[in-house]
């Protein structure tokens, strides 16, 4: 890794850690899914490009998942609304999904992976993004009634 690419995901990581913290304070304990176990096992840390690679995924899968989310958030009846605050967070997670893309390949930062045909960042249901997000995680999740 370069110096670049260590300062970029160092970045990340932050705001990543900003994003939970944020979380665990906004939603009540007894609503939210308990910490979860992460399972890299298929992530070469030595290789950059498994790194950057996994890195993509999550970023991609994150944009998507806030927009898939987006319409079923509702307002907190204090005039501070999750959908704006998960507006804020999603533009950040666009911004670190593009910026992990041109460390790949510089100038990729959209593509069809990511880009519907009107030109808008993809959408995922929250079904959609826990099948994804499945594969990197040890805990079972059980999720019924799931939005499709």
């Known amino acids: ?25 906004a939603i009540p304990a007894s609503a939210r899914i308990k ?16 790194v950057l690679t996994t ?3 999550f970023e991609d899968l994150g944009v998507a998942a806030y927009n898939g989310a987006g319409k079923l958030f509702t307002d907190t009846g ?3 609304t999750y959908l704006t605050l998960a507006g804020k967070i999603v533009s950040v997670e666009a911004r670190h999904a593009a910026e992990i893309r041109d460390l790949i390949s510089n100038g990729t930062f959209a593509n069809s ?9 993809k959408a995922l249901m929250p079904a959609q993004v826990l099948a994804a997000a ?3 995680i ?10 499709q």
């Open 1 to 25: 890794m370069t110096d670049l690419e260590t300062a970029v995901l160092t970045d990340i990581r932050d705001h990543e850690i900003a994003h939970r913290e944020f979380f665990r304070a």
């Open 35 to 50: 910490d979860l176990t992460p399972d890299f096992s298929t992530v070469n840390f030595m290789d950059k490009t498994s």
């Open 55 to 57: 890195a993509k995924t």
């Open 78 to 80: 204090d005039g501070l």
């Open 113 to 121: 992976e990511v880009i519907d045909a009107m030109g808008m960042d």
């Open 134 to 136: 499945g594969a990197f």
């Open 138 to 147: 040890k805990n079972q999740i059980v999720a019924t009634g799931l939005p």
